[in-house]
């Protein structure tokens, strides 16, 4: 245990490292018992640090933000994900969609006309989406540590070509 007792304190102390980061502070207990008991929570929140959430929308912004907004193909991923807005409930958690729901938003996209066509939209069309989709979701769990849930079977969901 990582406790001690500074001598102008009446309260013990933790100081610790995990992973390269250092935990330290009062724990503002007068008994050594108490303080280890602190120490322990500290030490199991920093070895589990807690997952945040995100909605799908809140997931499109931040992604056009970082990433798709310095590309050539800027205005096409902003249709893109306006489109899987439209397609999925974008105020769901990503860690609430599953695979049902990716699928069933897969079948509206393949019985939409394209703008200005009588044809139904391509499989190749679609799997682009279906890769954006896929691109937001491995943003949120890599770069901005997202709890996702189940990451969802993407090589299901796409189409021959």
């Not at 994900?81 to 069933?104: A, P, T």
């Not at 682009?128 to 079977?153: F, S, T």
Request: glycine residues 6%; contains cysteine; proline residues 3%.
């Amino acid at each position: 245990m990582s406790v001690y007792r500074k001598t102008q304190s009446p309260y013990w102390h933790y100081d610790f490292q995990h992973q390269g980061l250092r935990f330290h502070g009062s724990t503002g207990k007068t008994t050594r018992r108490e303080a280890e008991a602190v120490e322990h929570r500290v030490r199991n929140v920093a070895g589990n640090p807690v997952q945040r959430e995100m909605t799908l929308n809140q997931a499109f912004g931040r992604y056009y933000e970082d990433h798709a907004a310095r590309l050539p193909s800027a205005s096409d991923c902003f249709r893109q994900l306006g489109m899987l807005s439209d397609l999925l409930d974008s105020e769901k958690r990503l860690s609430e969609i599953g695979d049902d729901e990716i699928s069933m938003a897969i079948a509206r996209r393949r019985g939409m006309t394209a703008y200005r066509k009588k044809t139904l939209v391509s499989n190749a069309t679609v799997n682009r989406d279906i890769e954006l989709l896929r691109r937001v979701y491995r943003k949120a769990v890599k770069a901005w540590k997202i709890n996702v849930g189940d990451m969802p079977d993407w090589r299901e969901h796409l189409l021959p070509e």
